[in-house]
């Protein structure tokens, strides 16, 4: 099956600095890329739909402007969380359809002193 | 927007019984039903998925029932064996498999030898 990847895997940070999140289609092109988060012992929330070439689109709830998202090319989409505070210490996981299922990078691990 | 829940939230079942979980949906335009198998840290890994058009679907020991009408479907374990524990989720989404998911709350499947 198709190869997502993710950079780096886990990130530990001082509250209210900047932490990028990348994440690559390895074999595929991917207009489309979805953002998770996962708090744990719970499910994945769709944070955004990351589009390459245009805008994001957040979920309801989401913050734009601490969550950027950047899908500069059909094979990267970037996730930075700005000024981090602890309560955002989660799992992200990013996913891109590719065939006929969506794939799923290995997710990063944040942890926000 | 849709909303998938999903029960029970644990099952614990002795290795060779069988584990069945159930997801609802509210959106009848949902068309895509893909379930996902979690483990701790990793990233989730599709097992089995079923679009609207079909009711049943089987893959060796896994298989998944939708029913539209009442709007539900339910993943289907037999022969448990202590490799399957983990957590699963159902998704559902309203394009392809390309669009965005909306998951349920997650089971944990304990499967005790």
């Known amino acids: 099956g198709a190869v997502v990847s993710q950079h780096p895997s886990w990130v530990i940070c001082k509250s209210g600095t900047s932490v990028k999140i990348e994440c690559r289609s390895l074999?595929?092109?991917?207009?489309?890329m979805f953002w998770y988060r996962q708090f744990p012992k719970q499910s994945l929330m769709l944070m955004a739909t990351?589009?390459?070439?245009?805008?994001?689109?957040?979920e309801q709830g989401v913050e734009k402007d601490k969550f950027l998202i950047n899908h500069a090319s059909l094979t990267l989409s970037t996730l930075t969380v700005t000024s981090a505070h602890p309560e955002d210490s989660s799992f992200y996981i990013c996913?891109?359809?590719?065939?006929?299922?969506?794939?799923f990078g290995p997710g990063t691990r944040l942890t926000v002193l | 927007g849709e909303n998938v829940e999903q029960h029970p939230s644990t099952l614990s079942v002795q290795e060779g019984d069988s584990a069945v979980i159930k997801c609802t949906y509210s959106?009848?335009?949902?068309?895509?039903f893909p379930w996902y198998k979690q483990e701790l840290g990793k990233r989730p890994q599709l097992i089995i998925d079923?679009?609207?058009?079909?009711g049943e679907k089987k893959d060796q020991r896994i298989a998944v029932t939708l029913n539209k009408t009442a709007k539900h479907f339910s993943l289907h374990i037999t022969e448990t064996q202590p490799e399957d524990s983990a957590v699963y989720f159902c998704a559902a989404s309203t394009g392809t498999s390309y669009g965005k998911l909306t998951f349920g709350q997650g089971t944990i499947l304990t499967v005790h030898p």
């Open positions: 959106d009848s335009a949902s068309n895509y």
């Open positions: 990351s589009n390459e070439g245009s805008k994001a689109t957040y």
């Open positions: 079923i679009r609207s058009n079909v």
């Open positions: 996913s891109a359809g590719g065939g006929s299922e969506q794939f």
């Open positions: 074999d595929f092109q991917a207009t489309t």
